[in-house]
């Protein structure tokens, strides 16, 4: 590491208390505003916001690869391949506090584990990396729904309301946009 990196990475640490263990949060004005330092019951909270939503989209997709069509689940798992590993740690979680730790996997509140293949970006997210984050999210979320909606579509091309996987589908879709939201308001 040259002179100018030791500076650089000196003056990154300086922006930031998250990994500092020296830091005095009992005089922080933000303390218990802000889930600025790690700690697993907030992890776990994520995981619990996270799951249904994840619990119910997959079990849609289940059913539609086995009754109608596989290719909406390998669309979603390409996405979720390039989204989590690549595209939303670049354009959010790289400018995130939790990510200006040492080391190469990410230790923070939600992507806990990820390999960190970007550098640490301390400024704020510029608007196509908003925008970026934003689709990507919304697309997280409303493809199962959507998936599930075409499933219920085309199951009923092929039989009638009295199909169970249709009833199933219908009452997955409705639980997939409430745990969504619910999702939404934890993140
Ligand atoms: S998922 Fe990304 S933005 Fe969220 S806490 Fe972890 S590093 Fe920060």
């Known amino acids: 590491m040259s002179t100018s990196d030791i500076e650089e990475f000196s003056e990154i640490k300086c922006l930031t208390c998250t990994w500092d263990d020296t830091s005095d949060c ?12 790690w700690n697993r019951s907030l992890l776990l909270r994520f995981y619990k916001g996270a ?37 939303e740690i670049r354009v959010l ?12 996997i990410l230790h923070c509140l939600a992507n806990h584990g990820t390999i960190k293949l970007w550098k640490y970006h301390p ?17 997280f979320v409303l493809f199962p729904i959507i998936t599930e909606v075409y499933g219920i579509s085309a199951l009923l091309n092929q039989s ?19 745990s ?8």
């Open 93 to 104: 979680c790289s400018h995130c506090p939790y990510y200006a730790e040492d080391g190469r």
């Open 26 to 37: 009992e005089k922080c004005e933000v303390q218990g505003k802000l889930d600025c330092k």
């Open 51 to 87: 799951m249904p939503a994840m619990l119910f989209g997959g079990i849609g997709f289940i059913i539609v690869g086995l009754f109608v069509s596989l290719i909406p689940l390998l669309i979603y798992i390409v996405f979720w391949i390039f989204f989590f590993g690549f595209f």
């Open 160 to 178: 009638n309301l009295a199909n169970p996987y249709v009833i199933l589908l219908i009452g997955l879709s409705v639980l997939s946009l409430i």
């Open 180 to 187: 969504g939201i619910n999702f939404f308001i934890v993140l």
């Open 123 to 139: 400024e704020p997210l510029n608007i196509f990396e908003k925008g970026g984050f934003l689709a990507g999210a919304l697309f």
